[in-house]
């Protein structure tokens, strides 16, 4: 709009001056030396312009001539960058796909193009990592520490290059300086939560969850199990370190969170026993069975009165059948302390109901030692047992990760994150977990404070 008006105006001013030259002929006379050149004003106007026109057109000449290097070296330069780019997107498409031989070759030629630019880094880095050269990865991140642009990506970098390593005390170092860049950064949270549970800092976790709350990156009844789970692992600590009433006190809020958590009503009650608080362990084993029977569960709330004979066991435990009556693992606990007491014809009918809910290995191979404890054939024996091998696996810890299924419960899957054991069926054909140690301590009592079936 701007440039229109200043068209018109100009076409105003040079219209209105060639007609006040119409309106007004004259001669213009110019002495040269002993020449006199005479000619009309308006062809001295237009001879002025033309001048002035030639004289313009020369001067832009000579500036695109002067100046054509300087245009030769940018158009090089911009062509460089552009073929720098395309090798850095080839590159990390190359990384995407996991092919260290093309993101070796695009880095290099990236490299070489674009030296300046940040992204080349951390593609070099990238390819370093795939290729298992991590100190070449950590050198790349330590220069990238002093462009302010990537100085939040190298810090990542190195974090996670030393969680990798599990050289946890490295780490917390750069998690402080991650902290201090951009602690809201979601990867910052999480980042945290993993390093603190994975160096046993519970209650630092615990202050993570309520970031994550925050942020939402969990959905409620995943922070609620989050936080059971790691009020259990205070209790554990505390246990350790022969804090009962701590243990207790965090005992109870990871069985308020999550009621059917076998693992935290079993250390709880335990606390609660050992401080002479039968009736609350009690009740805390009923709740937990009530919320998910477990047979964890089941034997320690047989062995809360020692001195019980197996007879009076199996009368009181009566109670977990009344809380669960169509669940199997009811019929299946109540028949093994029925066994305890020599009653094979009340454990023989618990089976016999169990068979009907749900007919799992664990039903065929106590129903093998009813027949076998009362004098029955061989023959059934062994029926019973070939039955056990074909039938739907019991309940285990199974990782949901790996479909992996550990013979007791401990914070860490195999793949080392964080509570992803759940107490399920587990497939017919399962992945055992390997036979490595745990990232952390499991859940573990001393000796003493074992629970152990009455014999």
């Not at 006199?36 to 002035?52: D, F, P, S, T, Y």
């Not at 092919?99 to 880094?121: K, M, T």
């Not at 039903?363 to 009813?370: C, K, S």
Request: glycine share 6%; charged share 25%.
């Amino acid at each position: 709009m701007v440039r229109l008006v200043f068209f018109l105006v100009a076409a105003l001013v040079i219209a209105s001056g060639a007609a006040w030259l119409a309106d007004h002929p004259g001669r213009v006379a110019i002495e040269v030396g002993d020449r006199l050149i005479e000619m009309r004003l308006g062809m001295l106007v237009l001879g002025i312009g033309a001048a002035a026109l030639i004289l313009a057109i020369l001067i832009e000449i000579y500036r695109w001539i002067s100046h054509a290097p300087r245009r030769y070296r940018g158009w090089r330069r911009r062509t460089r960058e552009l073929k720098g780019w395309q090798e850095l997107s080839m590159g990390l498409v190359a990384a995407a796909a996991g092919d260290p031989a093309g993101i070796r070759g695009h880095a290099r030629q990236a490299q070489r193009l674009i030296p300046d630019n940040p992204a080349v880094r951390v593609l070099t880095a990238q390819t370093a990592l795939l290729e298992g050269r991590e100190d070449l990865a950590e050198a790349q991140y330590r220069e990238m520490l002093d462009d302010p642009a990537t100085e939040l990506l190298a810090i990542r970098g190195l974090l996670t290059g030393s969680m990798r390593r599990q050289a946890y005390d490295e780490a917390l170092g750069y998690l402080g300086m991650a902290r201090r860049k951009h602690a809201a950064a979601p990867w910052v949270v999480q980042t945290s939560f993993d390093l603190f549970t994975r160096t046993n800092r519970w209650r630092d976790a615990i202050t993570m969850l309520e970031d994550m709350q925050r942020l939402r990156m969990l959905e409620p009844p995943v922070l609620n199990r989050r936080r059971a789970v790691l009020s259990h692992m205070l209790a554990v600590d505390a246990v350790e370190r022969d804090r009962l009433r701590e243990a207790i006190r965090e005992g109870r809020r990871a069985c308020d969170l999550e009621p059917g958590f076998a693992p935290a009503a079993l250390v709880t009650s335990d606390v609660a026993r050992r401080l002479g608080k039968t009736s609350e362990a009690r009740k805390i084993l009923e709740r937990a069975w009530g919320a998910s029977p477990h047979p964890l569960v089941a034997k320690a709330y047989a062995a809360l009165v020692p001195t019980e004979t197996p007879a009076e066991k199996l009368s009181r435990c009566q109670r977990l059948l009344d809380l669960q009556p169509n669940h199997v693992e009811a019929h299946l606990s109540l028949a093994e302390q029925a066994m305890n007491a020599h009653d094979w014809d009340r454990a023989r009918e618990l089976l016999e109901r169990a068979l009907q809910l749900e007919p799992t290995s664990r039903v065929f191979r106590l129903m093998a030692e009813v027949e076998r404890s009362t004098g029955m054939s061989g023959e059934r024996i062994q029926e019973w047992l070939g039955r056990a091998v074909d039938a739907p696996p019991d309940p285990a810890w199974v990782d949901e990760e790996t479909g992996a299924v550990l013979a007791q419960w401990q914070p860490f899957g195999p793949s080392g994150r964080f509570d992803t054991l759940r107490w399920t069926t587990p497939p017919k054909v399962t992945a055992l977990a390997a036979p490595a140690e745990p990232p952390h301590t499991m859940l573990v009592l001393s000796e003493s404070d074992r629970v152990h079936s009455p014999a």
